[in-house]
């Protein structure tokens, strides 16, 4: 089973984008300092779409337009179930490991960081997470992103395994 979902399309969704971070890079020259700034940028549809990008420039806006392009390229779709994920995951990239846990309604959005940024953007509005390891802002978004695409919704799940819905839940 390959996890390489299929491409989206940036047209097709009213997507909506939120900066993570932005980070000032100096780089020192014989003339001086060069400033540069990199922008971490999430995009998503909140209705299971979402994607991110990194975008690098002399200006924080000309950044944060490339990061928003980027994260366009970068699109997927994940499961959501009644508001929140199916079930419990944990993502790994790089020195930064995110747990998302289901939670019941009027939760909200327990997470930090990169962690809510993608959850909302992505349209979850109950969820438990907790955020390990490395706090590197783009390692929790990938990492984020990673756990969403282990989830797997109840309908596939039966597909996979050629059962029905109901022996999913009742085995």
Same mark, same amino acid.
């Given at each position: 089973?390959?996890?390489?979902?299929?491409?989206?399309?940036?047209?097709?969704?009213?997507?909506?984008?939120?900066?993570?971070?932005?980070?000032?890079?100096?780089?020192?020259?014989?003339?001086?300092?060069?400033?540069?700034?990199?922008?971490?940028?999430?995009?998503?549809?909140?209705?299971?779409?979402?994607?991110?990008?990194?975008?690098?420039?002399?200006?924080?806006?000309?950044?944060?337009?490339?990061?928003?392009?980027?994260? &366009?390229?970068? #699109?997927?779709?994940?499961?959501? !179930? %009644? +508001?929140? =994920?199916?079930? $419990?995951?944990?993502?790994?990239?790089?020195?930064?490991?995110?747990?998302?846990?289901?939670?019941?309604?009027?939760?909200?959005?327990?997470?930090?960081?990169?962690?809510?940024?993608?959850?909302?953007?992505?349209?979850?509005?109950?969820?438990?997470?907790?955020?390990?390891?490395?706090?590197?802002?783009?390692?929790?978004? &990938?990492?984020? #992103?990673?756990?969403?695409?282990? !989830? %797997? +919704?109840? =309908?596939?799940? $039966?597909?996979?395994?050629?059962?029905?819905?109901?022996?999913?839940?009742?085995?």
């Amino acid at each position: 089973m390959s996890m390489t979902p299929k491409k989206l399309k940036a047209s097709d969704f009213q997507l909506e984008e939120k900066v993570v971070s932005v980070n000032r890079v100096t780089k020192v020259v014989k003339g001086g300092r060069n400033f540069s700034f990199a922008a971490v940028v999430v995009v998503g549809n909140g209705n299971g779409v979402v994607g991110y990008g990194l975008g690098k420039a002399k200006e924080v806006t000309n950044a944060i337009v490339k990061g928003v392009e980027d994260a &366009k390229k970068n #699109l997927v779709r994940v499961p959501i !179930l %009644r +508001d929140t =994920v199916p079930h $419990a995951s944990v993502g790994k990239f790089g020195g930064g490991s995110v747990l998302l846990k289901p939670a019941s309604p009027g939760t909200g959005i327990i997470a930090g960081g990169g962690v809510r940024v993608v959850l909302e953007s992505a349209g979850v509005q109950n969820v438990l997470s907790k955020s390990k390891g490395s706090s590197n802002p783009h390692n929790v978004v &990938k990492a984020t #992103l990673q756990a969403l695409l282990q !989830l %797997r +919704d109840p =309908v596939t799940v $039966a597909a996979q395994r050629g059962i029905t819905i109901d022996k999913v839940f009742n085995g």
